[in-house]
């Protein structure tokens, strides 16, 4: 039966399958702005509706205990997160990068592991992983792909170490970290893009993307690390490659094969199995 308890699993499930189908709809943009000028529209947009909605200058750090350190940290971390995988996803299938990109909170995960039961579903769902990539490849995979995937790994474990302590700020840590974030990503997007970045198409479309990958998502994480520990976090965002991999099926055409049907039915049982057996810690 469904409870409060839930709702923080709820919310992290639902920030993943939002960002993964924006990032989906993100690689449509790739021939039109290249993937810093969809990087920049997706930051800068996010930006300037989490500031007007949330007002984050009224907000008191030193209050809810945030630092200035923590939220520059969290910002730019924000910021490679998606200029790299963004890249990554120029040159490998968006499945395939979101399958390397996640040994990052797999490995925070992992690092903060304090039951033997969450070994198992990590174990389980890099197994899923496997599977996703390996029945991907049609050819050789560009290293370059694999190489930004992992340096996007690398800060989204970060993110998921680094956004607890932001989330002490609620919404309002988002819409800092979403305006440092947007301070590095718009520059390198012009300086790619250029006017094309005005275009209405590629402007109604960004803003789609910048709904489904930051503002809702990052707004639900805030919400859900603050009551799941890092590695229950961690692993329960070990789903993204098995619902990227069916976004990338809907929106971009890209087909399942049936090694990546098994590899997300093991991603989705490590993602049950955590959901079933570990527990939020109790409300501050």
Known sequence: MFNHRNVPFAAAF??????????AF?????????SEGVAALRLGLSSLVLVAALKPSRLNF??????WLTMLTYGVTLAL????IYRAFAYIPVSVAISIEVMGPLSAALLTSRRASDLVWIALAALGMVGLAIGDVKGEIDIRGVAFSLAAALFWGIYVLVGRRASAGGGQSVAVGMTIAAMIAVPLGIAQAGTALMSIHVLLVGF??????????FLLDIYAMRRLPARVFGVLLSGSPAVSAIAGWVVLNETLTPTQCAGIACVVAACAGCALFSRPRADA
């Open 14 to 23: 639902a920030g993943m399958v939002s960002v993964q189908t924006g990032a």
């Open 208 to 217: 789609s993307v910048a709904v489904l990958s930051s503002m809702l998502p």
């Open 62 to 67: 030193r209050d809810a205990g945030v630092s």
């Open 81 to 84: 997160m998606n200029l790299l």
């Open 26 to 34: 993100a690689k449509t943009l790739f021939p039109l702005v290249g």
